[in-house]
């Protein structure tokens, strides 16, 4: 069984569109409480805290993923925007520069339990990465800042945009991993999971 540990449905649809069969637990993990000066750092533990949360409640042979992901803008982390006005402060920021949305990822096995009926412990040593990718920002208007916060869709994304959705008409260009900067790499997930991933996925 493999869990993703997160509400986001980016996420989720990512792994649809992947054909990895998963299901969905989110970790009820207050991030506020978690903090760290450097945003690798800081994501990596989030990611962590998320994956470990809902593996405390699965079997053993289940794996668990948690992500959360981040904008770093001139040395600023950016998560999601508190308000309108704060989304529309940071595009004022953004527009016509450079970023790095950066990721963590946990990927951790259930702990409840014998597995396949064995009293001994299996290694439930998580393995933990984080993906960066950098993004070129539009060198947007005020106006077109204004029409796009009032989609509410920043409102509801790291870094305050949404690539997959209206948020792409607003990049200008991508270095490095596509996926990650829509929740979580692909990638990453494919080599972690290699041995789960069958010919299926690919028809």
């Not at 208007?141 to 792409?168: H, K, V």
């Not at 080599?191 to 299926?200: C, F, G, N």
Request: net charge negative.
């Amino acid at each position: 069984m493999f869990v993703l540990a997160s509400a986001s449905p980016a996420r989720r649809r990512l792994l649809e569109q992947a054909g990895i069969a998963h299901q969905v637990q989110v970790s009820g993990v207050d991030e506020e409480s978690i903090n760290d000066p450097d945003p690798a750092q800081l994501v990596q533990r989030l990611a962590w805290a998320k994956a470990d949360a809902v593996a405390k409640q699965l079997p053993q042979g289940s794996r668990v993923l948690g992500c959360d992901s981040m904008l770093v803008f001139n040395g600023e982390v950016f998560g999601k925007p508190a308000d309108s006005a704060e989304a529309r402060q940071r595009w004022v920021q953004m527009a016509g520069g450079w970023g790095e949305l950066i990721t963590g990822h946990c990927l951790t096995a259930g702990c409840q339990g014998p597995l396949n009926g064995n009293s001994q412990m299996v290694n439930t040593r998580p393995q933990i990465a984080v993906v960066a990718t950098r993004l070129q920002f539009a060198a947007i208007e005020a106006d077109e800042i204004d029409a796009y916060i009032a989609t509410g869709e920043p409102l509801q994304c790291a870094g305050g945009f949404a690539l997959e959705g209206r948020g792409g008409l607003l990049v200008e260009r991508i270095e490095g991993c596509f996926s990650n900067v829509i929740g979580l790499s692909l990638p990453l997930l494919r080599r972690w999971l290699k041995d789960q991933v069958s010919a299926d996925t690919y028809t």
